[in-house]
């Protein structure tokens, strides 16, 4: 019984600590935002190319080819704005550009 509710308290935790994430103005300024890949593609290769490589596949940054397919949009945006891996650095583009570079990383 103590195992059940320690589960149920963990999983609750975890979908309130996501429904804050998901609140938060920025992040949901970027989802309303149908981003361009143009764009994104070339905020990429202006910020993101020179450790993650040219096409995405890594370099000195891990490799994004499929990345969204295992990361969500809002954890792709905090892992951006944050720089929480270094040596990644903070990043905050204004919330247009941010879905420029999601939409971006949604093809490759």
Known sequence: MVVVVLVMAIILSIAGFRHIQASDPYIQAVLTIDGDRTRGEAIFKMNCAVCHGINGSGEVGPNL????????KVSLIQQVTSGRTPPMPQFQPDPESMADLLAYLEKL
């Open 65 to 72: 080819l499929g990345v969204s397919d295992h990361k969500t």
